[in-house]
Nanobody
Framework: EVQLVESGGGLVQAGGSLRLSCVASGFTFDDYAIGWFRQVPGKEREGISC????????YYDDSVKGRFTISSDNAKNTVYLQMNSLKPEDTALYYC????????????WGQGTLVTVSS
């Protein structure tokens, strides 16, 4: 059974940092792409970053480029999202997702972790 468990969310002041973790199990981690999404109530879910574990390629949405860094620890089956220079508009529920067909076909989802950035 595929499982993705996010952690690391919380309340932080604007300009601060958080590191989210996504621990994966139930599949061959090295073969999958894992991405981070976020969603604000009433708005569509948006993809913000992804890493392809098979080749190490990373992708970022323009809204987070230069502030967020995605990384993968294959020994721990964990993907991290280091978030720096946080802004109030980064407040959202953050999810990780996994897929064997690459960053544009993620189809397994975690439950999410809440990030709140105060001004």
């Amino acid at each position: 059974e595929v499982q993705l468990v996010e952690s690391g969310g919380g309340l932080v002041q604007a300009g601060g940092s958080l590191r989210l973790s996504c621990v994966a199990s139930g599949f061959t981690f090295d073969d999958y792409a894992i991405g981070w999404f976020r969603q604000v109530p009433g708005k569509e879910r948006e993809g913000i970053s992804c890493i392809s574990n098979s080749d190490g390629r990373t992708y970022y949405d323009d809204s987070v480029k230069g502030r967020f860094t995605i990384s993968s620890d294959n020994a721990k089956n964990t993907v991290y999202l280091q978030m720096n220079s946080l802004k109030p508009e980064d407040t959202a529920l953050y999810y990780c997702a996994a897929g064997i067909r690459g960053c544009y076909a993620l189809d397994e989802w975690g439950q999410g972790t809440l990030v709140t950035v105060s001004s």
